[in-house]
């Protein structure tokens, strides 16, 4: 119930502070040359219908950040480079985030398996925040795509675990009724819209902390978004269909 209401509370604030966002937020994919920057003209994000659960979302995103991570290997361009790391750090941030408000408390509410499944994702993630607020901001060389590459493993391993037999995704299924499943879909939509936008490894992990930081460090990061350069919405759009067609 407290989290449901700090949401509503947090929704109205946006609403107010970014025109358009919550409006907006029907169908599509998630860009921050769109939503996230301050505009009456927001593209809307990935919130299509509402028979998606909260475990079918967690999954998009990690094919969101899989697909941005093959097309960043993919650009030779170091401009363009930057472009998609930017994006796969947003895409990152923003999930690990909704997960760490949404999708961990609903796990340990599952019993004892789920705690632990809970306190072992949240090790995966400090790992990666580490990692990527250490990336944040530097020139793409080949260094940093050798960090980028040594991240991103451990990432896919940690997104192999969520989603495999007896992961975080199989225990919310079992443990969760359906109903919920698709209410915990829609929150995690929208803390998504919420939440920080860059990696921020010295924050709390955990309700009602990390709601709290978040906002903080969300005004920020949105700020910081502004004089950073990221794929267009079309590209994003089309780098998503052609994952889609190679599976």
């Not at 451990?154 to 199989?170: Q, R, T, Y």
């Not at 915990?184 to 902390?209: C, I, M, Q, R, Y």
Request: aromatic share 4%; net charge positive; glycine share 6%.
């Amino acid at each position: 119930m407290a989290s449901k209401l700090l949401l509503r509370c947090a929704t109205s604030l946006v609403v107010r502070s970014y025109p358009g966002v919550i409006r907006a937020a029907s169908t599509g994919s998630a860009s921050p040359k769109s939503h996230d920057k301050p505009s009456t003209k927001a593209t809307p994000v990935n919130m299509s219908g509402n028979n998606i659960d909260v475990t079918e979302r967690v999954i998009i995103d990690h094919n969101d950040i899989k697909q941005a991570y093959e097309k960043l290997k993919t650009m030779s361009d170091g401009k363009d480079a930057e472009k998609w790391f930017n994006q796969l750090l947003w895409t990152i941030a923003r999930h690990s985030a909704a997960e760490e408000l949404v999708v961990y408390p609903l796990l340990e509410k599952t019993g004892k398996t789920g705690q632990q499944l809970a306190d072992k994702s949240r090790e995966d993630h400090q790992k990666t925040k580490e990692a990527l607020a250490a990336m944040d901001g530097q020139p793409m060389t080949p260094e940093l795509r050798r960090k980028i590459d040594t991240m991103m493993a451990d990432l896919l391993e940690h997104i192999a675990m969520e989603e495999g037999p007896g992961g975080d995704l199989e225990v919310l299924r079992k443990g969760v009724n359906k109903d919920d499943l698709l209410s915990e879909g829609k929150s995690f939509e929208k803390w998504k819209l919420l939440v920080p936008t860059h990696a921020h490894p010295n924050a709390p992990d955990k309700p009602p902390f990390a709601t709290v930081a978040g906002f903080m460090a969300a005004k920020v990061d949105k700020l910081r978004d502004l004089f950073r350069s990221f794929p267009d919405q079309s590209e994003v759009k089309s780098n998503k269909e052609q994952g889609k067609q190679q599976k």
